[in-house]
């Protein structure tokens, strides 16, 4: 069984799996959003798939309605401070309780369990990605870009899991060239088994 199947099937069973158990807690945030924020309870964003194919993202609402990205804002960078994140989506972004939804997008096959973030649609064609004089480095960054998009964007990855993946974009772009070289059941299954440790640490980049 080739790598990619193998991996599909793994999402397959453990996204429902994980569905089917955590219920109770989706559940329990929903109604905790509804109750103190009001509706949409869920976030819903176009991200970039495998391919370069949109899909629509879901996460639990961390933000107030109506709330905007500035146009000139750095995708890279992102502001844990944000005066537009709620209370209770501020302690939803430290458990990381707000990725949950994104278990549904796994079983749809528009994200895999472990894999490169998925960008928002507009992030790519941001010029922030290529702010470096230096034309070697600005191919670089090209590459990455292209490349992440050759497999299926990741609930986790190795990115989210190394020491401080907020402020570091270098750091972001080695991990996922990493992954993609070295990608296999068995480095799946280390991601995974991290993650929570990450999550305990705060060491999971929280709302991307």
């Given at each position: 069984?080739?790598y990619p199947?193998?991996?599909?099937i793994?999402?397959?069973l453990?996204?429902?799996l994980?569905?089917?158990?955590?219920a109770?807690l989706?559940l329990?945030?929903?109604?905790?959003?509804?109750?103190?924020?009001?509706?949409p309870?869920?976030?819903?964003q176009?991200?970039?798939?495998?391919?370069?194919?949109p899909f629509l993202?879901?996460?639990?609402?961390?933000?107030?309605?109506?709330?905007?990205?500035?146009?000139?804002?750095?995708?890279?960078?992102?502001d844990?401070?944000d005066?537009r994140i709620t209370p209770?989506?501020?302690l939803?972004?430290?458990?990381?309780?707000?990725?949950?939804p994104?278990?549904?997008?796994?079983?749809r096959?528009?994200?895999?369990?472990v894999g490169?973030?998925?960008?928002p649609?507009?992030?790519?064609a941001?010029?922030?990605?290529?702010e470096?004089?230096n034309a070697?480095?600005?191919?670089?960054?090209a590459?990455?870009a292209?490349?992440?998009?050759?497999v299926?964007?990741?609930l986790?990855?190795l990115?989210?899991i190394?020491p401080d993946?907020?402020?570091?974009?270098e750091?972001w772009?080695?991990?996922?060239?990493?992954?993609?070289?070295?990608?296999s059941?068995?480095?799946?299954l280390?991601?995974?088994?991290?993650?929570?440790?990450?999550i305990l640490?705060?060491?999971?980049?929280?709302?991307?």
């Open positions: 069984m080739t199947r193998a991996k599909r793994a999402d397959l453990i996204a429902g994980a569905l089917v158990v955590l109770p989706l329990a945030v929903a109604l905790a959003l509804r109750v103190t924020q009001g509706r309870v869920f976030f819903r176009p991200r970039m798939g495998k391919d370069g194919v993202m879901l996460k639990f609402r961390t933000m107030t309605v109506g709330s905007s990205v500035p146009t000139d804002a750095h995708p890279v960078r992102k844990h401070a005066p209770l989506g501020r939803l972004r430290r458990a990381a309780l707000d990725e949950l994104q278990f549904w997008n796994v079983l096959g528009e994200m895999s369990l490169p973030r998925p960008l649609v507009d992030d790519l941001h010029p922030a990605w290529l470096i004089a070697d480095e600005r191919a670089r960054r590459d990455w292209r490349l992440r998009q050759s299926p964007p990741g986790t990855g990115w989210q190394s993946p907020e402020t570091d974009f750091n772009l080695v991990r996922d060239l990493d992954y993609l070289r070295r990608r059941l068995a480095f799946d280390y991601i995974l088994l991290v993650t929570p440790v990450a640490r705060g060491r999971r980049k929280p709302g991307a």
